[in-house]
């Protein structure tokens, strides 16, 4: 019997968007706090949808680890394995700059962050094996203590017959350098189920300048996954499969406010379209209306959309 229908395992922070936007951060005064961290915007916006969900996670013990806790609470996400710092470690902070629709940087405050502090000994077998799938964002696998928590979770995961989703979630801080993502990319990718990443993102993985697709999943079914999803932007979406089928997801229209939060609201709808037995054609159409959803708003977490949202957005543009 599962509990969960996903777990997610990694960040849970800060978002702080710029509310004047369109305009660099500099002449930027106020700004809008959101629970933000990809794995946790992904678990949020699961968790909208109607799954199950669950997180595993490090926060700090202040305002803002009570803010996270209680926000995701909030939304249904079990949080009994969001673990309270104890040692003084801080909530990761973005401020985003929205200089237009389509120029959008996030700047980030991650020194000694609490989510990277999570030790192995507070991942919990028993916690791991009610899900159906572990969602694994790339950033836990940063830095120590934190990697070998997400590793451990890797491995109770295989273990206990829960399916690995692996969402590469590159962000450039943090890490040393582009050797070491590759190597602790590739290990988790090889076990896993499902990889979910964009072009750039594969291509750390592989540690090539210009990777191509077919030369990916070429090198990835040899190994464990079964579902490998390539994410080119507004250019859409290609999900592969072991047996050799390749469907394409096209991006849909969107009064576009900023960039970010596409990829973690894409995740999000694309498993709950697969948990609910959709076809991989339909997840890729329910992953992109979301995102397109999410582009039209102001935060990433908040902004999740209902079933109804994005299948009425689908239905709207089915021509
Ligand atoms: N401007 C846009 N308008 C409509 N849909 C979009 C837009 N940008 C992205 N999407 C949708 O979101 C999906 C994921 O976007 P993208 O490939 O940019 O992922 P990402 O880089 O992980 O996102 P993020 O910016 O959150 O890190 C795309 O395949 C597309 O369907
Ligand atoms: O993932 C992060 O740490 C920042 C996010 O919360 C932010 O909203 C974003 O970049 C989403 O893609």
Redesign the pocket.
């Known amino acids: 019997m599962t509990t969960y229908d996903l777990i997610a395992v990694g960040r849970a922070c800060i978002d702080l968007n710029a509310v004047e936007y369109n305009r660099p951060m500099e002449e930027t005064e106020t700004f809008s706090k959101y629970v933000g961290g ?1 794995p946790a915007n992904i678990a949020i916006g699961a968790s909208k949808l109607g799954l199950s969900c669950g997180f595993i996670g490090k926060i700090p013990d202040d305002q803002h680890g009570r803010f996270i806790s209680n926000y995701m609470s909030e939304v249904g996400i079990d949080t009994s394995n969001l673990v309270v710092d104890t040692e003084g470690h801080k909530a990761g902070l973005a401020f985003t700059e929205i200089l237009s ?2 120029e ?1 940087s996030i700047l980030m405050y991650r020194d000694d962050v609490a989510d990277l502090y999570l030790e192995p000994n507070e991942v919990s077998e028993g916690y791991i094996k009610q899900a159906k799938m572990l969602v694994v964002s790339g950033t836990g696998l940063a830095q120590s203590p934190s990697r070998e928590a997400v590793l451990k979770s890797v491995a109770l995961a295989r273990k206990n017959n829960v399916k690995v989703v692996f ?3 590159y962000r450039p801080y943090t890490w040393k350098n582009a050797e070491e993502v590759s190597v602790y990319y590739s290990i988790v990718a090889e076990q896993s189920d499902v990889v979910i ?5 594969f291509n750390m993985l592989e540690n090539v300048v210009e990777g191509n697709n077919d030369k990916t999943v070429a090198y990835l079914f040899q190994h464990e996954p079964e579902l490998i999803v390539i ?7 290609y999900a592969y499969t072991k047996e050799g089928d390749t469907f394409r ?6 009064n ?1 406010l900023k ?9 999000a709808a694309f498993l709950y379209a697969l948990t609910k037995g959709k076809t991989i054609q339909e997840a ?1 159409q329910y ?6 959803i ?3 708003k102001h935060s ?1 977490s908040e902004a999740m959309p209902t079933v109804e949202q994005i299948e009425a957005l689908m239905e709207e543009q089915s021509n």
Do not use: I, M, Q
């Open positions: 990809s629709p389509s959008c969402e590469l979630d990443g964009t072009r750039d993102e994410k080119h932007g507004v250019e859409g979406s997801g096209k991006a849909y229209k969107s576009v960039t970010f939060g596409a990829g973690d609201s894409y995740a890729l992953g992109s209306a979301s995102a397109a999410v582009v039209s990433s």
